[in-house]
């Protein structure tokens, strides 16, 4: 072990402690251009070096192939990795490219059943519901997530892109460890009900997307400097005119950066990793990538303390953000609320 690991964090009142920053594991399998595994592994084995413990992972990632691609790392070291994986986005028979979403019971059993087959682990640590179905009452779901626990397939029970009432109704049923939901420099709606509800019930937030999907670390600028197969190009903030405006709200992110002699993608992990501290609640960002040097500067974020100063040089970039973090926002809390 280096003497660099990261500082820890207690996934919400219930949970385990991990360490401050988990890892996305998505774009090992799925929706980011081409991966190369070995190159992967070794993320993930440089991750667990610098005390990275939470992975994140859904079955929906390549239908079953994220999950399995993990499987190896996480049964060699499994009394250090927190497994997080998710349910909801079902691949309907007819139509293998579209995803619909299922919340009732007999989607869930099916689902951690093939999760825990693919994964092969005897048990998920912190099992979340991905996207909320509005057709079914929030604590009929999360009732089946909790029968999950005292059937021991699944520790800690975890929410995806819930808004505060879905959040507060659930926690009625059964305590829920996490929040996953998209927080970052461009994406800030759930600070205004759900952080607060989060922060009330002893929920902690797992930011997904902190680094705005890449788009922060000024790696890419534009749909067109992905790959073909890259699902980024879909999303309204890369697109057109608005990538162009969106690309000029960098700025003072690399004004910050260049001050910290650090990179524009460490102040975007340090200004989420702060907002635990501001809004008074645990927050493991989860950011994703495939490449080991990445998770030593994305970990190296986590030392960096932003001053009131640039806090407020900060602060006005989400609102002058173009375009929707999705592009059907029902698919998001902010859409709910
Ligand atoms: N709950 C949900 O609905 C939901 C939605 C989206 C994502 N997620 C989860 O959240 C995780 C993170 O979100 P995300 O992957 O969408 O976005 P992100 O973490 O904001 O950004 C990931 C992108 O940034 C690049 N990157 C990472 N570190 C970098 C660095 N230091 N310098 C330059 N580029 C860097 C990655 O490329 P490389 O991989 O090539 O390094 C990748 O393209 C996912 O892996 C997934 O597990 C959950």
Same mark, same amino acid.
């Given at each position: ?30 929706? *980011? ?21 939470? *992975? ?7 239908? @079953? +192939? ?5 499987? =190896?790392? $996480?049964?060699?070291?499994?009394? +250090?990795?927190?497994?997080?994986? &998710? ?65 021991? &397939?699944? &520790? ?25 939901? +998209?927080?970052?420099? $461009? ?20 930011? *997904? ?12 600028? &534009? ?7 890259? $699902? ?5 903030? $890369? ?25 524009? @993608? ?15 609640? =645990?927050?493991?960002?989860?950011? @994703? ?49």
């Amino acid at each position: 072990m280096t003497d660099s690991r990261i500082a820890t964090a207690r996934l919400g009142a219930t949970g385990p402690e991990v360490g401050v920053q988990g890892l996305g594991c998505m774009g090992m399998s799925f929706g *980011y251009g081409p991966a190369d595994a070995d190159e992967s592994r070794a993320t993930l084995e440089r991750a667990l070096e610098l005390g990275v413990t939470l *992975y994140d992972t859904a079955d929906a990632y390549g239908a @079953g +192939e994220n999950e399995r691609f993990l499987s =190896p790392f $996480f049964k060699a070291h499994r009394d +250090e990795v927190v497994i997080a994986t &998710k349910f909801a986005l079902a691949i309907p028979p007819d139509d293998p490219t579209r995803r619909v979403i299922r919340n009732d019971e007999p989607y869930i059993r099916q689902a951690v059943e093939a999760s825990l087959r693919r994964l092969d682990v005897d048990v998920i640590d912190l099992y979340y519901m991905h996207r909320r179905d509005v057709n079914i009452p929030i604590e009929e779901t999360v009732a089946v997530m909790a029968d999950l626990v005292r059937e021991g &397939k699944v &520790k800690h029970l975890g929410l995806s892109e819930v808004t505060g009432a879905e959040l507060r109704a659930a926690q009625g049923v059964h305590p829920i460890a996490a929040v996953q939901s +998209e927080w970052s420099l $461009f994406s800030r709606d759930i600070e205004a009900n759900v952080v607060p509800t989060a922060r009330e019930l002893g929920v902690a937030l797992v930011p *997904y997307s902190p680094l705005g999907r890449g788009f922060l670390t000024g790696s890419f600028a &534009k749909a067109e400097d992905l790959t073909t197969d890259d $699902f980024r190009r879909q999303q309204p903030r $890369f697109t057109g005119e608005n990538a162009t405006t969106n690309a000029a709200l960098l700025t003072p992110i690399r004004t910050v950066a260049e001050a910290h002699g650090s990179t524009p @993608g460490q102040i975007a992990l340090a200004w989420v990793q702060q907002q635990a501290a501001l809004h008074g609640l =645990p927050v493991i960002p989860i950011p @994703g990538t495939r490449k080991a040097t990445r998770v030593e500067e994305n970990a190296g974020a986590t030392r960096i303390v932003l001053t009131e100063e640039e806090l407020a040089l900060l602060d006005p970039i989400a609102a002058q953000v173009a375009g929707d973090r999705y592009a059907d926002m029902r698919f998001a809390s902010a859409g709910r609320e």
